[in-house]
């Protein structure tokens, strides 16, 4: 039986596909590079061979495991064994240290991200409301800096990233981290984030209430709370 809660005073976000997105996507970037370095390949091509190496390389590591500290040489050596697992899938002649070069410059420019339209109003009026509001993300060291340039990170008191904390999603540890750094109790804390395990799951854990945000109805017939866009954290305040 859930213990009860207490009415939430502070709210922490998911960063990636919960406020802000990639666009173009990550399939048409790495596209685009490959086809600049080696033969042509269209996104469409690179789409699920992109899914296939995330999977793989989540799988190298624990559930919680810090994935960018598991490699020697931090997250840009973690980004570069991914950039080998996409090529080798794709059998791609683009020589793979120019290529990591060329996408840890692409990733890194504010212009690929965009916020969600409702992003900064749900969070104008949840701080009008008197919440605390905070990120916890599975992100390298860039996060904050795309934050900035995005206008966003001045709405947060923390913003907790897993390669600056050695540790993640659905790590309990992440999550108490941050209410720790609120002063707030977990049970007074709701988390929204688009991932089961990592964010609805990692959240419940730690004693947080969580919503999964589910903008393409891929999760209807599973036992989560949902909502489909930010708007919708308000209706659960009330």
């Not at 590591?61 to 598991?70: A, K, L, M, V």
Request: proline share 7%; with cysteine.
């Amino acid at each position: 039986m859930e213990s009860k809660r207490n009415r939430p005073t502070a709210v922490t976000f998911d960063a990636g596909n919960t406020l802000l997105y990639c666009d173009p996507s990550p399939s048409e970037i790495y596209a685009a590079r490959l086809s600049r370095l080696g033969r042509p390949v269209h996104a469409e091509e690179v789409g699920p061979v992109f899914r296939q190496a995330w999977a793989e390389m989540q799988r190298r590591t624990s559930p919680g495991q810090d994935r960018y500290s598991s490699e020697p040489g931090g997250e840009r050596a973690w980004w570069g064994e991914f950039v080998k697992e996409v090529l080798g899938r794709l059998d791609h002649d683009a020589p793979w240290e120019p290529l990591l070069d060329d996408l840890y410059a692409a990733f890194s420019d504010d212009d690929v991200w965009r916020v969600f339209p409702e992003t900064a109003t749900t969070l104008s009026k949840l701080r009008d409301r008197g919440l605390e509001l905070a990120i916890i993300s599975n992100w390298d060291r860039r996060l904050p800096e795309i934050l900035r340039s995005l206008g966003l990170i001045d709405w947060f008191e923390v913003v907790t990233v897993s390669a600056i904390e050695g540790v993640e999603k659905p790590s309990p540890e992440i999550f108490q981290r941050t209410s720790s750094r609120l002063g707030i109790d977990p049970s007074s804390t709701l988390h929204v984030g688009d991932a089961p395990l990592e964010d609805y799951d990692g959240a419940r854990n730690a004693g947080f209430a969580a919503v999964l945000i589910d903008r393409h109805s891929l999760f209807v017939d599973q036992p989560y709370r949902r909502i489909s866009n930010l708007d919708e954290v308000l209706d659960l305040l009330d």
